[in-house]
């Protein structure tokens, strides 16, 4: 009778707390919705915190089951495991509720930093850089502790975890583990997050190709390539190898192009027409636009133009619009400004 009445007490107490579990849920989600609609708060705030539900939901639940935890021993005979399996879940759980947390806390620090920092982009997205960095170290250290009192909870790993906690053998453990290519990659993303050497969105030239970085984490960079191909290089690279940034002071970026006309060709009026082709597309950003002679031969003059848009891809677009419209301005207009032994 004991134990059926135990089977049947637990029953009730599973059913309650699955209907407890499931309209918290419900409550939780509507209160989200509603306070994003009444509140002025970014988007990325809110989803982040949305993520925040199900974590919730999984602490609230594991610490009701294991309030019942000695009906549980009791009816599977004694068995002490099922209370250290629900006290590390519970922990478990809380790992993953602090980490979504803290990605709260750095979306609202973006979202701030986004109004008080105005139009600077370049501003702007190195506080993003250091904020996505940032966000993934506070992560991993989240878990590194939920990972120590986990230890704790088990008779063999619990002077090892106590050894941890110690100041000296902590920096032991990031010291040692510093020497492997991991965590180096992670000290290197940290490294490039607070050196300002590279950020998000900035045009880059690495290994001979170029491309926008979309993504700093602690081991990698994901940099888009002009045909949306990522190319992800470790951060050790950025840290140990040279590369080109073509926007760290500027987000503009400049293409240059060649053409060759006849010594007595009227360069003023070319740069006339550069201005008018320039001023005509949509993809000058205004910054540059230069015609000069870079090369000069017995037959020839060999011009160049500089050009600048938003982007390196929109840049050379440009460029090779420019040429393009020079020459049939040449050829239409100005026939004896063409090189003669063309």
């Not at 988007?43 to 919730?56: H, K, L, M, S």
């Not at 009906?71 to 209370?83: A, K, R, S, Y």
């Not at 400049?254 to 007595?264: I, N, W």
């Not at 000069?292 to 929109?314: D, H, M, N, Y």
Request: glycine content about 6%; overall charge neutral; charged content about 15%.
């Amino acid at each position: 009778m004991g134990d059926r009445a135990a089977w049947i007490s637990l029953a009730v107490t599973a059913a309650v707390i699955v209907v407890l579990t499931v309209g918290t849920s419900f409550l939780l989600k509507r209160l989200v919705k509603t306070l994003a609609a009444r509140q002025s708060a970014e988007p990325e705030v809110w989803t982040r915190i949305d993520a925040c539900r199900n974590p919730a939901i999984t602490v609230l639940s594991l610490i009701l089951v294991r309030t019942y935890g000695a009906v549980l021993e009791f009816l599977t005979h004694g068995n002490h495991w099922i209370g250290v399996l629900l006290g590390l879940l519970v922990l478990l759980s809380f790992g993953w509720l602090a980490s979504r947390g803290a990605a709260v806390l750095i979306a609202v620090m973006a979202v701030r930093f986004t109004h008080s920092t105005g139009d600077d982009h370049q501003r702007l997205s190195r506080i993003r850089t250091q904020l996505s960095v940032f966000q993934r170290a506070a992560s991993v250290l989240i878990w590194l502790a939920t990972g120590i009192f986990a230890l704790l909870d088990f008779p063999s790993t619990r002077a090892l975890a106590t050894s941890l906690f110690a100041s000296a053998g902590l920096l032991g453990l990031v010291f040692g583990l510093a020497a492997q290519g991991t965590l180096a990659n992670m000290i290197a993303g940290l490294q490039i997050a607070f050196g300002d050497s590279v950020r998000i969105d900035d045009t880059v030239m690495v290994n001979g190709k170029h491309g926008v970085v979309e993504e700093i984490t602690l081991t990698y960079i994901s940099i888009r390539m002009h045909d949306n191909r990522r190319m992800i290089v470790p951060v050790t690279d950025f840290v140990s190898q040279p590369f080109e940034n073509w926007t760290r002071k500027s987000a503009s970026a400049h293409a240059d192009s060649y053409l060759y006309v006849d010594h007595a060709a009227p360069l003023e009026t070319l740069r006339t027409r550069l201005h008018d082709i320039l001023t005509a597309s949509e993809h000058w950003d205004g910054l540059e636009g230069s015609l000069v002679i870079a090369e000069s031969s017995s037959s020839s003059l060999k011009l160049k133009t500089t050009v600048s848009a938003s982007s390196p891809q929109l840049a050379t677009q440009l460029g090779e619009h420019v040429t393009e419209q020079l020459t049939v301005f040449l050829v239409r207009e100005l026939p004896a400004a063409l090189p003669g032994g063309r």
